[in-house]
């Protein structure tokens, strides 16, 4: 498979400034230089330089006006000879191009392909590969510094460290099994050192839970009784008409969602219909729609109107998920409070549910709230993200496999044979090395790699 030249488009599909062709192999600079033309007559291209110049189809007419650029192995991306053609961004002048090249003798790249060859020829590791791919697809500021501090490699090296503090260890422990009468080994300070080793994973794992609403996004649903002001309230977090409002008790009757980026967090934001008993088969099944998006949500705003007291249908929401998941939305204070609002806020008071008061029609509170929704999110003091370690699901996989193993290695280390605990450690190690890729299995290369975009 390594011995094709493979081509993509790298650049989305569409009207742009430029549109990119990338072709990675063997022959890709003997296919990259039959189509081009050199302004200057240059028969040579000077390697990680740009060229002027134009791609000749194979009726021997102008295609384009472009740049190219020659990136012999291994300084390149994939660590093969790399051509790349910067033509104009149209959709039919990128794929008339690829098609030449192709013609030429490339064959289409399967969807991360380049960065799959970067992996199988040592330029980058799996969590890199894995960065570049949260990186292309970073929905917030946080997310994308997340991912970098994995790119610049950083995941990596405190595996490695944990890694090696490992393979330390099992030094020992051969020498103890190789040369039993001479040395004795050190139970006491082994198992100290595992007890570290398992609180440094235990943090990676923490973060992973942490911090994924931040990689993902979140998602916010508003929920509440029928004319509670829900839609009023999502057009006025968005700052734009995006829902229906009406006086009419029942004007949603399916879910509306945007996405807004708050404090530096992709927030999904679902207005579903209100809450209440319907003939109406429409509304029926928005509601349930309303009930089940509530189960999934990062974040539940309850919005109820002071003017009236809380009906037991939507009282009884506050038994479907957990305190902390909900903020109680006291909205239209601009009209005053119902003689019940006292009991409403006991109510809440009673759940622990947080609740704060605004007017989605005035915008009062509308800021304090906005505030609010990411730091319900991430919990009452969300740190900044800084360069915290964040592994992602399948990483976090591996290393509760490589935990379990380490705490087995504790509980039986005054009781089992020594080659017992060393084949356990050396199980350990083995999740670890799946995380950067020294060991890996087809399916997970397949895993890891379909989720790319083709051309990356
Ligand atoms: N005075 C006042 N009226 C409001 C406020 N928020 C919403 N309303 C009014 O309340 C009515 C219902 O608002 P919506 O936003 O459609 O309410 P909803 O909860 O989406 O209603 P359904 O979609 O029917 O469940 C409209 O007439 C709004 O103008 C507010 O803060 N103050
Ligand atoms: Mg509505």
Redesign the pocket.
């Known amino acids: 498979m390594n011995n094709d030249t493979i081509c993509a488009i790298s650049t989305p599909l569409g009207q742009g400034g430029i549109g990119i062709i990338r072709i990675s192999g063997k022959h890709a600079y003997k296919i990259g230089t039959s189509l081009f033309k050199s302004s200057k007559n240059k028969s040579h291209l000077k390697p990680y330089t740009l060229h002027h110049g134009y791609i000749i189809s194979s009726q021997g007419t102008i295609l384009d006006e472009v740049l190219v650029s020659f990136m012999p192995a291994p300084k390149s991306y994939t660590g093969e000879d790399v051509f790349e053609i910067n033509c104009h961004g149209g959709p039919v002048v990128v794929k008339t191009i690829l098609k030449e090249v192709i013609s030429k003798g490339a064959r289409l790249a399967e969807p991360g392909e380049f960065t799959l060859r970067a992996f199988l020829n040592g330029k980058i590791d799996l969590t890199k590969a894995e960065a570049i791919l949260e990186i292309i697809e970073a929905k917030s500021e946080r997310s994308l510094e997340l991912a970098s501090t994995k790119l610049s490699g950083h995941l990596k090296e405190k595996i490695e460290t944990i890694k090696k503090r490992l393979t330390d260890i099992m030094a020992n422990v051969v020498a103890e099994i190789d040369f039993d009468e001479d040395i004795e080994i050190d139970i006491n300070k082994i198992a100290n050192t595992i007890n570290e080793l398992i609180e440094d994973i235990n943090k990676l794992i923490e973060n992973h839970e942490k911090y994924s609403v931040i990689m993902q996004g979140a998602t916010v649903v508003l929920c ?10 999502l057009n006025a977090i968005l700052g734009k008409e995006r ?10 009757r399916d879910f509306i969602e945007d996405v807004i980026n708050l404090d530096g967090m992709s927030i999904k934001l679902i ?1 579903t ?2 809450i209440r008993y319907t003939e109406d088969q429409i509304e029926i099944i928005g509601v349930k729609r309303g009930l089940e998006l509530i189960q999934k949500a990062d974040l539940v705003l309850l ?1 109820f109107d002071v003017t009236k007291g809380l009906s037991d249908d939507v009282a009884q929401i506050c038994n479907l998920i957990p305190a902390q998941k909900i903020l109680a939305v006291a ?5 005053g409070f119902s003689a019940t609002y006292k009991n409403t806020i006991d109510f809440f008071r009673d759940k622990q549910i947080e609740l704060i008061g ?5 915008g009062e509170n509308i800021d304090k709230l906005v505030k609010k929704i990411p730091q319900k999110i991430l919990g009452k003091n969300p740190e900044p993200v800084g360069t915290e370690l964040v592994p992602n699901l399948r990483q976090t996989q591996s290393l509760k496999q490589a935990k379990r193993e380490l705490e087995e290695v504790l509980n039986n280390i005054h009781t089992v044979e020594i080659d017992i605990l060393y084949s356990q450690l050396e199980s350990a190690t083995r999740y670890l090395k799946e995380i950067t890729g020294e060991i890996t299995t087809e399916d997970v290369l397949n895993n890891v790699f379909s989720n790319f975009c083709i051309g990356k």
């Open positions: 509440g009784e029928v004319n509670a002001g829900k839609s009023s309230l829902a229906i409002v009406t006086d009419i008790p029942g004007t949603t207005d219909a209100g919005v909205n239209k204070i601009d009209l605004i007017s989605a029609k005035t």
